[in-house]
């Protein structure tokens, strides 16, 4: 598969910048990595929703630029940046297919159980809803979770 555009979502943590190095390795000269950041405002009941919608979408810009330049100093030729405004995984979904990529590589948080019944996997969100393949990036130290027939067949087997 050659990898002309390469999708990596960032929400700000260095868990989710690591899957950019990661894209850069994957890449071949001339490869472009398109950073994309989804802004959602979160206003007082009484705040003006514009301000907040404009502040939001600043602080994502200005986020970017800085991982950019990052990006750059270590020899990425071709980085993009996008802001879209709405939930992440529909951001996601939306700029792969407009964007024309022909991959996504992001973090997983590793949540499992609760913690992620409760906050919700926006990598799943973007595994179910993509049409462009998914590279999924777990952190260290992640809970690794077998397969419930998995786990009883190595349960029967003795290992």
Known sequence: MKLGKILVP??????????????GDLGAPGTALVLLRAAEAYRMPLGDPI??????????????ETVAAKAKDAGLERVETH?????????I???AQ???VDLIVMS???RSGLGRIVLG???E???????????????????????LATAAAAGASGV
């Open 108 to 110: 997983s948080h590793g």
């Open 10 to 23: 960032l929400d700000g943590s260095a868990l989710a910048e690591n899957a950019l190095w990661k894209a």
């Open 121 to 123: 996997s926006v990598t």
């Open 83 to 91: 802001v879209w405004y709405g939930s992440p995984a529909a951001a």
């Open 93 to 95: 979904i939306e700029a």
């Open 98 to 100: 407009a964007q024309k």
């Open 51 to 64: 301000e907040a919608q404009i502040t939001a979408v600043r602080e994502a810009e200005k986020y970017l």
């Open 125 to 147: 969100s973007v595994l179910r809803g993509s049409r462009v393949p998914v590279l999924v990036l777990r952190p260290d130290g992640a809970p690794v979770e077998r397969p």
